[in-house]
């Protein structure tokens, strides 16, 4: 899917992120939720073993290492852990230590092309998330990490994990990880009010990042976000949606501006994976149409957007959200679009339709343009 640029509005990926961990490879869970890599060798392989064979083996070190990194952190033996890397490295192993350990079904192997993957949850969500680390090792030490891509917010920067039930935030130390828990709270709980409770598998998970500036925000994500962009949702490994938030464009938003962002974002996590056969107007029309009683800055924008709209005004298309130049009105005319379906309608034809958009019986392209239309006119 293009990037999306829209200033200050969130985009949405869908697409699946980071690398499958072999399964094969992967077994025996440890005291604290943590896996690591079975067909490791056992640690008393011997480091001048391990080192041995790092040049001419870079996957059986690999593995080693795994193996080693997951016996630590099972142990939660930090000393032991971050011994693993080298005197220049040893920084990287605290920050990973300390991110790994605040993780869930924490999995640790060696790929065949002699990376290190992980898989991880957050606190009770259901899906996964999967890194495949580029090691620089000296010897059978760790000596550094390439920039994988995607890059996960923890690769160099401490992370702190804030939780509450189903709703996870986690974010650069920096950053007020609590203040974004509440936003993410609220943004939850506006999403289940709207209908979307229980809806076709959301279970009320929802996982908000917030990388420590806009360039690990675009990294996050493979550099596909769109400068300017300030949210994205990126779908993981196991289906599950993981919203990633530009800290520093949303810096000086407002508190009710900030859950907006995040209640447009959790609608498009609720929509989940039957929400991506419907066109994407209908999708973005849905998630600004839930959030925008409670984001000012939305209405503004998309009150500004669509009012110049011509009374023949068209759904937008794929290509208006790609667009610098139309995409702002293309939000305005989709959450409007929406509204018109709702106001004839009814919210629940609307969200049964938008689950389904292929095979439910919605109205054609001109009566949904009809009711666009009839919406922008009630407006103007
Ligand atoms: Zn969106």
């Keep these: 899917m293009p990037a999306c640029s829209h200033p200050g509005r969130g985009v949405t990926r869908r697409r699946l992120l980071g690398v499958a961990v072999a399964g094969a490879g992967v077994a025996g869970l440890g005291g604290c939720g943590i896996r690591t890599d079975a067909s490791a060798p056992p640690a008393s392989a011997g480091p001048t073993g391990a080192a041995s064979t790092a040049t001419t083996d870079r996957p059986r070190t690999t593995r ?41 079904d924490v999995a640790i192997g ?4 002699g990376h ?18 580029p090691i620089k090792f000296l010897g059978a030490l760790i000596d550094g990490v390439d920039d994988p891509s995607p890059l996960p917010i923890w690769l160099r920067h401490p992370v702190v994990l804030a939780r509450s039930g189903p709703v996870s935030v986690l974010a650069a130390a920096e950053v007020d990880a609590d203040a974004w828990l509440e936003h993410a709270r609220t943004a939850a709980d506006r999403v289940r009010d709207a209908g979307l409770d229980g809806w076709h598998g959301w279970t009320g998970d929802v996982v908000v990042e917030i990388p420590v500036d806009s ?29 990633v938030v530009d800290p520093m464009v949303t810096r000086a938003w407002s508190d009710a501006d900030v859950a907006g962002l995040l209640t447009h974002e959790v609608v498009h996590v609720a929509l989940g994976v039957s929400g991506d056969r419907a066109p994407m107007w209908v999708r ?23 009012a110049g709209a011509p009374a023949d005004a068209e759904l937008p298309t794929d290509a208006d959200f790609a ?51 009839a919406e922008l006119a009630r407006r103007r």
């Design 215 to 243: 360039r690990d925000f675009d990294l996050r994500d493979a550099g596909d976000a769109g400068s300017g962009a300030a949210a994205y949702t990126v779908r993981e490994v196991d289906h599950q949606d993981v919203v």
């Design 116 to 133: 290190l993957e992980l898989t991880w949850r957050l606190g009770e969500e259901a899906g996964t998330s999967a890194a495949a680390l």
């Design 110 to 113: 060696g790929s065949a092309d």
């Design 64 to 104: 080693v290492v795994a193996g080693r990194l997951g016996d630590a952190l099972v142990a939660g033996d930090r000393t032991g852990f971050v011994d693993l890397f080298t005197a220049g490295a040893r920084s990287l192993g605290e920050v990973w230590f300390a991110a790994w350990r605040s993780f869930t």
């Design 323 to 373: 667009d610098p130049d139309t995409v702002a009105r293309a939000y305005a005319l989709a959450e409007a679009a929406v509204a018109g379906i709702v106001a004839e309608h009814g919210r629940d034809a609307l969200l049964a339709w938008a689950h389904d958009w292929a095979g439910a019986p919605a109205p054609s392209a001109a009566a949904l343009t009809e009711l666009l239309r």
């Design 284 to 306: 973005e029309g849905v998630a600004d149409w839930v959030a925008a009683p409670w984001w000012p800055k939305l209405r503004a924008e998309n009150r500004a957007a669509s």
